[in-house]
């Protein structure tokens, strides 16, 4: 008689020992173990083992009785051969990993994927939670810490249309108001190693542009020149040359007051240290200025600044531009040769921008997050912050709120 497959399914209150006395049983018959999971929840155990064993009869009689004696509900499926090459042929497929994240109420977000999940034949193998419950009075004091909900869930079946699943989520989640990012489980997503930033806008609040325009008196010309770029009247080369020059006479000494005013997005901080504490790489590749760049770098620990440098005589700006200027293409060209001087390839890195300025380089990307973006730049990116602080990339690259705080070494 050939071996049979079956399906254990095991739940109920968690014991210390079961898998144990469970494992003695499956070897005792001569069984294989062909797969496994499990999950507790509060002291509730879910427990799937998938065996091939030669004979049914004892073995089951024998987990029957084990789980009768602990209290555990049990079920036995016996798997048909098509099933199970069906199942094995899934485990060729590179899985999605869905990142689900959620200020609010968790229950809408959930329903909402789980209702275009069951529509596109996707299923859900696994959910793990990478944000900390908290503690019941932390429920009571600070509901917006509370309510904060992050699950990682590993997803297979019909993947093939993962990018019109992805499409539908992104409209679903506009309405909701969470975040998410759909990633293919690769070998390269487990080992990211460089994270670009763009910085106005993006790593600190303010468009440092605007700021020394404004304290020079030019800032409703400056505006002027931003919008004809934006509308494509002017190409962003163009448009930098003229406001720089619009700040022809203006102190040096005004660009450092605005670096010390310049103030980090939320999350800013506790991402740097966190990807510095793991081993990354850290870059800004910024349409802004040198100068605020590399004032950020001393006091964050960035390892690479490129933007774009003023020219300065005796004290004073001249308006003009030394050397090339930093616009979208050049982000992406130094995205690429960062990767090769820290010898890994682009599916490693992360890029992190707000604007369409940023698009090229979020797209070479393993990893392109629009952060706080227009919807044309989410929509481009494929992967979005817009309800969360910087620190949520921690949470899409897999990192939890357990490993963040033994980065930084104190709680979060």
């Known amino acids: 008689m050939a071996d049979e497959i079956i399906l254990i399914s095991i739940s109920g209150r968690d014991k210390p020992g079961l898998m144990a006395e469970l494992m003695e049983l499956i070897v005792e018959a001569g069984a294989n173990v062909l797969d496994m999971g499990q999950a507790v929840i509060h002291d509730e155990l879910a427990l799937g083992i998938l065996i091939q064993v030669p004979e049914l009869g004892a073995l089951t009689d024998d987990i029957a009785a084990q789980c009768h004696k602990v209290g555990s509900a049990l079920r036995i499926t016996l798997v048909e051969n098509d099933n199970y090459e069906l199942l094995s042929a899934g485990f060729s497929q590179s899985p999605?990993?869905?990142?689900?994240?959620?200020?609010?109420?968790?229950?809408e977000p959930l329903k909402a994927v789980s209702n275009l999940t069951r529509r596109f034949d996707i299923n859900i193998d696994t959910v793990r939670r990478l944000t900390k419950p908290q503690p019941k009075s932390q429920l009571e004091v600070d509901s917006e810490v509370a309510a904060r909900l992050c699950l990682e869930m590993r997803l297979s079946g019909s993947l093939q249309n993962s990018e019109a699943f992805q499409a539908?989520?992104?409209?679903?989640?506009?309405?909701i108001g969470f975040d998410?990012?759909?990633?293919?489980d690769t070998v390269f997503r487990r080992n990211r190693r460089l994270v670009a930033f763009d910085m106005d806008s993006t790593l600190i609040t303010e468009e440092v542009m605007d700021q020394l325009a404004k304290r020079h008196g030019v800032g409703e010309q400056v505006i002027a020149i931003t919008e004809d770029a934006m509308a494509g009247r002017i190409d962003f080369k163009e448009?930098?040359?003229?406001?720089?020059?619009?700040?022809?006479?203006m102190p040096a000494s005004v660009l450092h007051e605005v670096a010390e005013a310049v103030v980090l997005n939320n999350g800013a901080d506790k991402l740097i240290r966190a990807l510095k504490h793991f081993g990354y790489r850290v870059a800004l590749l910024s349409g802004g200025f040198q100068y605020v760049g590399e004032y950020l770098s001393n006091s964050l620990g960035i390892d690479y600044v490129f933007a774009n440098e003023l020219q300065v005589v005796d004290g004073k700006m001249t308006g003009e531009v030394v050397g090339d200027i930093v616009d979208a293409e050049?982000?992406?060209?130094?995205?690429?040769?960062?990767a090769r001087k820290e010898g890994i390839v682009l599916e490693q890195t992360i890029a992190v921008g707000d604007g369409a300025n940023d698009l090229p380089m979020l797209s070479q990307a393993g990893l392109g997050v629009a952060y706080h973006a227009k919807s044309i730049v989410k929509e481009s990116a494929q992967h979005a912050i817009s309800n969360f602080g910087l620190d949520a990339i921690l949470y899409l690259i897999g990192f939890s709120d357990l490993d963040i705080e033994q980065a930084l070494g104190a709680s979060v």
């Open 96 to 107: 999605l990993i869905l990142t689900v994240l959620s200020q609010g109420r968790g229950g």
């Open 168 to 175: 539908e989520l992104l409209g679903v989640a506009d309405d």
């Open 180 to 184: 998410f990012s759909v990633q293919r």
């Open 239 to 249: 448009s930098f040359r003229r406001r720089a020059m619009l700040l022809k006479g």
């Open 330 to 338: 050049r982000k992406a060209t130094l995205l690429r040769d960062i």
